[in-house]
């Protein structure tokens, strides 16, 4: 599923060829992928894309906003006579003809271009939606975890008396944006915390450092683009990550750690695959 870093990756390679760009044509293929009224953004100019949390938001003319999610397995594949740009779960649609059988929605634009929302199990949506329902929306989100209102302090108060595993707390999005379950094993490894602890027994300390860590990971999971494992299509240009090549334990079940050379396990965390090293994580 695509995560911050996927998500950040997509809007920072559409940004570069779709603003500017007038919206001339909109074909919805599934009833629940788009939502709203399709003639209230034709002829709409996208000005800007921005991200909060894995939120996409194309800005259009003012006060008018198209709100993407990608949940699981979307995809947004900008295609034009030159150039196919985009990301997200990675499959054959990236190489594919467009649009393919996985295709739910269809943007025109006034270059002859199209932007072709993909997604193989349905369950992320494009919304119309003016600023006020967005304003609504990210209220029900925590501070993305790259934001400098992320801090020990905040999480501290977020976190008190709370029982569930720490790598579940982080999931939440309510808590904080942006921590995916690949990043959340990741960071925990990074700072040394067991992800089976309880999440309000963390001390202060381990707090400050889970903070930092996670924006270092993050972080690093945008500059190489995300993540992509499918081997098929880690080479395709335009839309593939690096960063799996930098993963320290996730997907590392059974091989040694790469701090201390013990063996990597892996458990079951709020029904999500969790790696860790028990010898490194406390």
């Known amino acids: 599923m695509p995560e911050l870093p996927e998500v950040e990756t ?3 390679r559409l940004q570069e060829v779709v603003s500017g760009l007038k919206i001339i044509k909109i074909q919805s293929l599934h009833p629940k992928s788009f939502f709203g009224n399709l003639t ?3 002829q709409s100019t996208i000005t800007d894309i921005s991200r909060r949390d894995k939120l996409l938001r ?3 003319d003012p006060g008018t906003n198209l709100l993407v999610h990608l949940k699981m397995t979307g995809q947004l594949i900008y295609v034009d006579d030159q150039i196919r740009r985009g990301g997200g779960h990675p499959t054959a649609d990236w190489v594919k003809e467009m649009p393919g059988k996985h295709t739910r929605v269809i943007i025109t634009f006034d270059n002859d271009a199209h ?3 993909n997604d193989m199990r349905i369950f992320g949506w494009m919304k119309v939606m003016n600023d006020q329902a967005i304003a609504r929306e990210y209220k029900k989100h925590g501070p993305d975890v790259i ?4 801090t020990a302090h905040y999480l501290a108060q977020r976190l008190r008396r709370r ?3 720490i790598k579940q707390a982080i999931m939440i999005n309510q808590i904080v944006g942006g921590i995916g379950n690949i990043y959340a094993s990741e960071i925990l490894f990074v700072a040394e915390i067991d992800p089976r602890r309880p999440a309000g027994e963390l001390t202060f300390q381990e707090l400050k450092k889970l903070v930092t860590v996670s924006k270092q990971v993050i972080n690093e999971g945008i500059e190489y683009g995300g993540t992509t494992f499918d081997g098929l299509y880690v080479d395709v ?3 593939a990550g690096g960063y799996q090549d930098k993963l320290r334990v996730y997907s590392r079940e059974g091989k040694a750690c790469l701090g ?3 063996e990597i396990q892996k458990v079951k965390i709020g029904g999500r695959g969790t790696y860790f090293c028990p010898q490194c994580q406390s």
Do not use: S
Request: net charge negative; hydrophobic share 45%.
């Open 237 to 239: 240009a335009g839309l």
């Open 10 to 12: 997509v809007k920072r």
């Open 163 to 165: 029982t569930i595993p």
């Open 40 to 42: 209230d953004i034709l």
């Open 58 to 60: 194309f800005h259009l």
């Open 115 to 117: 932007l072709y929302f």
């Open 147 to 150: 934001d400098d209102q992320f």
């Open 260 to 262: 201390c050379g013990g």
